[in-house]
């Protein structure tokens, strides 16, 4: 604009000493020289610079991007991220986001073997950390604000997902907070006239409890656990399990490991607990479906499957969360969660970033925790507190009850889920117990094998 009111200034300038000599006709063959061409040519040569170099780089920022989102949900989880993501889109044209949803079983089995063979999306969500070391992306060049990402989330999870001797990369973030415990069919205690157990109430008086409600009321089963090694493991820690020694060893031979698998085979033996959770197939199996159909009174799983709950029992019974069990370990689930982490593949680092700052900002983070009634691993959002989208009563105790939970938590079972080779035990703890389960194998033989099992894969991860 400066220089646009000089060109005029000049112009204006020559324009008056053009007319000027009319009324002075004495000096006018003698004074051409005020009148310097130079002065005129200058704007020409001037004018066209200021535009050229602007043109090129908006054709540059507006180029297309498509990225590639692999997503799965427990809940209305990707309905929710798909909301955001269209938000995302609409502010930021140029890019595409594709949200592919796909079963939890697709990201962790089929995710690593298309990362590896660099198949792999732009980013996903994971809960397996150890499987992607190396191979993710570190966003801290490409974001606006590194220290408000990396101050907003806990240091050991934002840890786990940078490779071996890495101390500041920023791959990722968790995007809730899950923790286990117990779900129970509070309408079927009171048909049988029995009072729901409080905190101190032991694995073997649970166990005792529900089955009497059972007998009581008809029902087919009393209780059952998820088949998995996360949730085996806060019952086994409760009850004295030291699955994470002191120098962040696996060792899963232990009194309290072998007394949670003895307590579930009696279940199976006493025909309690569905046998299709654990009995059937080599994959991950939820008590919650036999939870939710009314048929079971107790279900050992998870704070992520509340918003499951509400949709699909609706008003059929009423459900309550309970404190976890105590044993001689305590009283302690597993903390956990997912996270969306980008890959070191991606050929548009910056857009990933951009998107990934954009679902951390505390408007759009508590958007997602408050739909999907998750507890938000986001400190600013979870200092600020979450306007929960409910209006039942039962989703805001259960939620105020794993909230509860939180200080409980042992050592190992917060440092479980973001171990570096906590796929190894992940990945076999469910099998072997299961081929106990089934009389494949004694007890000892399935402690050996998945204290093996573990030894093998961390020192095939470290070839």
Known sequence: MKKLLLILVLIFAVVLTACGPKNTPAPAVDEPAPVEEPVVEEPATEVPQPTEAPVAEELEVMEPVEL??????????????????????????????????????????????????????????????????????????????????????????????????????????????????????????????????????????????TKQVAEATGVQYAISVDRTGHRFAGPAMSMGATLIDENGNFTVDTPGFRAYAELINSWHEDGITPTEVWLVGDSLNSCIDFFKSGDLVMCMSGSWQINGLVNDVGDAFDWVVVPNPTGDGGSTGVAGGSAVVAFADSEHPAEVAKLMEFLIQPENFSEFSANTLSLPAQKEVASNGVAFKTDQQAVLDALSVFTNEVPKLQDQAVALNV????????????????????????????????????????????Q
């Open 68 to 209: 590639r989102f692999s997503y799965y949900a427990d809940g209305n989880e990707a309905d929710v991220m798909q909301g955001l993501v269209d938000k995302f889109m609409a502010a930021n044209p140029n890019i595409t986001v594709v949200l592919d949803v796909v079963p939890y079983q697709t990201i962790d089995e089929q995710l690593p073997i298309q990362v590896e063979t660099g198949e792999g999306p732009d980013l996903a969500r994971i809960t397996n950390f150890g499987a992607f070391r190396g191979k993710l992306l570190d966003l801290r060049p490409y974001l606006e604000d590194a220290d408000y990402f990396e101050a907003n989330f806990p240091a050991p999870v934002l840890a786990a997902m940078r490779s071996e001797g890495d101390t500041t990369a920023l791959s990722g973030f968790p995007d809730a907070l899950t923790i286990t415990g117990p779900y129970v069919n509070k309408t079927l205690f009171d048909q049988a006239g029995i009072e729901i157990p409080g905190e101190g109430t032991t694995w073997q008086e649970w166990t005792d409890i």
């Open 419 to 462: 171990h570096p080779y906590a796929f190894a035990y992940y990945r076999n703890s469910a099998n072997r117990i299961g081929q106990y389960l089934t009389g494949e194998l004694t007890l000892d033989e399935t402690m050996q094998r998945l204290q093996q099992d573990i030894d093998d894969a961390i020192a095939e991860a470290n």
